[in-house]
Structures are given as structure tokens and as C-alpha cells.
């Protein structure tokens, strides 16, 4: 591996080199750095030991888009005084809300006002069309912050004040004035289609969308006037957002926006990760979620991990483009591809109406302090006894029919069964996800919700106090004010005064 510093001398011009040291300062100051991989292009390493729950990057978005439901702008329901209101939709294109007359004129300033005529001449009822309508309405933010990157830094103070506490005021400045650079280094895989569609022919659909001939088709005349660019820049920038983009999520994990985050892209992907994406807002945060020893690799997970090997396969060559060889993939290549069974699969079946989630639970507290790799085995040790205690009985669920269970129960407030259903999907969770991952935590304050409302009030606190220990870790001390924390906190005392009366 090369390191950082050579990275930036050998592959870019003397123009830009500034910036890249720029890079390289902001990746120092986290511990992080830039090196060439032979099989991945490029990789972030560690310089020096990092603690689990560690924030690793802080990132604005460069550009975003709400899916509808948000402020274009801020991504939120009330105005700039915090008040709750009603959302506004633009007059000229009808398909972007703002929630209040600022945001509206900021976002026009940013790039509606090119985009809106254009958006207005896209039919969104389908929702290949509806995504479309989002990459072309990120595609007039980015082209302008990158034809004309000072317009950036002096544009977007008033959103980048909403994004982060002022001492980092100077940190965001230096992430944005980087942003289009690495942006254009960012892999397109325009070229790279054809080569997966021949692996995977039944998803003709997903792959024709990443192909440079349906790329172009998607552009308006129109929009590739207004933007002055060559096409087959913009068809490489649209490339890049379909591989390099994230989702953007809300405190309930629910997806509320489009993001496109050039630092944060650069993490690589792994199936078991050690590091997650959450959000604040429209602002990225990479948090560890293991130990890193000085020299690994930091990465993400770019798709659920809970999924089985010929799935992540599939999900990760026809979106992204690569065949992923990292430890969990090469441990299970080894088993037929339509294997009835692998350890973790055998878990689909796991009864319902046993104590099988609650009992995992109690361990899963029991191993909280347990280092990375003591939990890891002792959580592989947990999938065998868990095999070995299904139930023969007919009452068996997959993870996905267990979801609607819990759901179902949610919905008619049958708060006995859906703590119970809770627990079962539960048990299933900690056994298939990372220790810190944000999905659990969250499953777990909805079964906690439900105990407390059937009357648990002890095991209620008890949930609770696992809960807050994980999102110690998963949320760390930057997101102190998530919505979530506060959620925890505040069942907590209502549990707490609950038991005290009692007593």
C-alpha cells in the first residue's frame, strides 16, 4: 500500500494539489488516511489505534434532495424559528416543498432555478421516473457547486450553520472546498454494465439504469442545455450518483432524502463492517462500531447485512459494480449456491412464543463489555444453541414474515403479542447484525415501548439500560441530542417513577 501523501503526488495535477493535501489534513486529524488498493482502486486506513464509537468523518452534504415529504432545503417540517408548519410547494415545477419563504429562495439560488422548469416536463407517476426526477434535480445542484466551487463555501453558510456547532465551522469550510474535486475522482462504472448484465440476467431493469445509452436517454435536451456540459460529463456524474450516493435516513431510520457525500464515498464496503453511516439532519457521520487497530481498513456496509450471500452478491454487483471478497463472503462461498441451510439461515425458524429472544437478550447485555472478537465468537456460539432449541412445531416465521408479525400486532396495540413478537424478531437481529448497529437499538425501543404499555415495567428498565449502552457507541458523543437518546431518556423516567411508586 502507498501511502496517502504518495497517493495524492503521483495521481493528481499540480493544480489541485492543494486540495488533496487539503484531504489529507481533514483524514490525518481522524487518524484516517488515503491509500492505493490493488483490488479496490483505493481504501481508507488507519494511522493509529481507534476506540470503538469513535466519529471518523463529519460530512455536510455537497448537494441533496428531499424524496417529498422534507424541505428541499433543510430537510425538515418547521421554519427557521423551529416552529411546526405547513410545507409549501413550489409553484412552478409542483414537485419540491419548502417550509418556509427562506429555504424556498436559498434552494432556488442553489439550483432550482434551473431545475424547476425542467422537473415540471417529468412525469413522476412511475417510480423509475420518480428517481430519475431526483438525480436530475441533484444533478443541477452539483453541476453548479462544481462549475463554480467558491459558490459553495459562500451559499451555503446559512445551511451549514444548521449542520454543525460553529467550532467546526472551519472543518466544514475545508470539506466543502474539497467536495467537487473528489467528487470527479468518484468510479461511474458507466462502462462496467454490460460485463455484470451477462452475470445477471433476470435484472436487466436494475442494470439497464446504470448503462450509458439509458443514462442519456434520461436527460432532458433541456437540462443538458441549461447545464452546458458536455453529455458524457453529465452522464458520468449520474453514474456517479446511482454508485456513490447514500440514502439519507431519519431518527426512526426511515428514509426521508438523497445525498451525495464525496469524503464519506471513499469508505469501501464490507459485509461484517466496522463502521456505519448515520445522519444528523443532512449531514453524514462515520462512526466506528469495532476496535480499529492501526493499519485496517475502515469500512461501511452498503447494503442490509442481514441479507444472505447469493442476495449481497447480487446487490452489490449490479448497483455497485465489484464482486465482494471480503472475510464473510469467502467464508461462505464455500456453500452451494441453493444449500437449504447455512448457521445463520437455520435462524428463519426460530418459534415465536419461546423465550429464545429474551434469554439472547440477557446474554447480549451479559457481552457488552466483551472485546470484538470474544463477542463474535461467543455470538457464533449463540447461533448453535439457537439451532438447537427451535421449535419442531409448525408456528415458524422468516425474518420478513416476523416483521409484518410485529407490525401487525403494533397496529391492532396488542401490545402483550407485539412485545412478544418483538422479542422473537429480536433474538433473530442480535444474532445476524453487528453489536452496535442502528437497527437494533431501534427495534429494541419499539419492543420496549410495547412492554411498557402491556405493564412490564422491570423488564422495561431493564431494555432500556441495554439500549442506552449501545447508543453510547452507535450515536457517540457527537449526536448527543438524537432523537432517539431522547425518546430512551425519557420512557426511562416514566419506567423509574413507575417502579418507585410500586415500591
Not at 120 to 145: E, P
Not at 271 to 289: E, L, M, Y
Not at 450 to 473: A, H, P, R, Y
Request: hydrophobic share 35%; proline share 3%; with cysteine.
Amino acid at each position: 500500500m502507498t501511502s496517502s501523501n504518495s497517493f495524492i503526488t503521483d495521481c493528481h495535477s499540480d493544480l489541485n494539489s492543494h486540495r488533496w493535501i487539503v484531504l489529507d489534513s481533514i483524514l490525518h486529524s481522524s487518524g484516517l488516511s488515503l491509500s492505493t488498493s490493488a483490488t479496490k482502486h483505493r481504501c481508507i486506513l488507519a494511522t493509529k489505534s481507534i476506540p470503538v464509537g469513535s466519529t471518523v468523518l463529519s460530512e455536510p452534504a455537497m448537494a441533496f434532495i428531499s424524496l417529498g415529504t422534507l424541505c428541499e432545503y433543510c430537510l425538515s417540517t418547521s421554519d427557521i424559528q423551529g416552529q411546526h408548519t405547513q410545507l409549501q410547494r413550489c409553484t412552478g415545477c409542483r414537485q419540491v416543498v419548502y417550509c418556509s419563504v427562506v429555504c424556498q429562495k436559498a434552494d432556488w439560488i442553489a439550483g432550482h432555478n434551473s431545475a424547476c422548469a425542467v422537473l415540471k416536463t417529468i412525469d413522476c407517476s412511475a417510480t423509475t421516473r420518480q428517481s430519475n426526477r431526483n438525480d436530475i434535480a441533484m444533478l443541477f445542484k452539483v453541476v453548479r457547486i462544481i462549475s463554480n466551487p467558491s459558490f459553495q463555501s459562500t451559499t451555503l453558510d446559512d445551511r451549514m450553520d444548521l449542520d454543525c456547532p460553529m467550532d467546526n465551522v472551519a472543518l466544514v469550510r475545508n470539506i466543502r472546498s474539497i467536495q467537487p474535486l473528489v467528487f470527479l475522482s468518484l468510479q461511474s462504472h458507466v462502462l462496467d454494465f454490460e460485463t455484470c448484465q451477462a452475470s445477471y440476467p433476470h435484472a436487466t431493469n436494475a442494470l439497464n439504469g446504470h448503462s450509458m445509452k439509458q443514462i442519456e436517454s434520461q436527460l432532458p435536451s433541456a437540462a443538458v442545455k441549461l447545464m452546458n456540459l458536455p453529455v458524457s460529463d453529465l452522464i458520468h456524474h449520474l453514474g456517479r450518483f446511482r454508485c456513490n450516493n447514500f440514502t439519507i435516513i431519519d431518527s426512526n431510520l426511515f428514509p426521508v432524502g438523497e445525498g451525495t457525500y464525496p469524503l464519506a464515498s471513499l469508505f469501501n464496503h464490507d459485509c461484517w463492517p466496522n463502521c456505519i453511516a448515520i445522519f444528523d439532519g443532512s449531514r453524514v457521520v462515520i462512526q466506528t462500531i469495532r476496535d480499529i487497530a492501526k493499519g485496517d481498513e475502515l469500512c461501511i456496509s452498503y447494503i442490509d447485512p442481514i441479507l444472505d450471500h447469493d442476495s449481497r452478491r447480487m446487490s452489490l454487483e449490479t448497483k455497485y459494480c465489484f464482486n465482494c471478497q471480503c472475510s464473510v463472503c469467502m467464508s461462505e462461498s464455500c456453500t452451494p449456491l441453493h444449500s437449504p441451510t447455512t448457521k445463520k439461515d437455520a435462524l428463519l425458524s426460530l418459534d415465536e412464543k419461546s423465550d429464545v429472544g429474551w434469554r439472547l437478550l440477557k446474554w447480549f447485555h451479559t457481552c457488552l463489555k466483551k472485546s470484538d472478537d470474544e463477542f463474535e465468537r461467543a455470538q457464533q456460539d449463540q447461533i448453535s444453541k439457537t439451532i438447537a432449541l427451535v421449535s419442531k412445531r409448525a408456528v415458524v416465521a422468516e425474518i420478513g414474515n416476523a416483521t409484518q408479525m410485529f407490525q401487525s400486532h403494533l397496529m391492532r396495540q396488542d401490545w402483550e403479542q407485539a412485545y412478544k413478537s418483538g422479542l422473537h424478531l429480536l433474538g433473530q437481529y442480535l444474532l445476524r447484525y453487528p453489536r452496535y448497529y442502528p437497527l437494533v437499538s431501534q427495534h429494541m425501543f419499539f419492543v420496549a415501548q410495547c412492554m411498557w404499555n402491556s405493564g412490564q415495567t422491570d423488564e422495561t428498565i431493564f431494555l432500556l439500560g441495554v439500549i442506552k449502552k449501545c447508543l453510547e457507541i452507535t450515536y457517540g458523543s457527537v449526536m448527543k441530542s438524537h432523537h432517539l437518546i431522547g425518546q430512551v431518556d425519557s420512557l426511562l423516567a416514566q419506567a423509574l417513577y413507575e417502579q418507585s411508586a410500586m415500591v
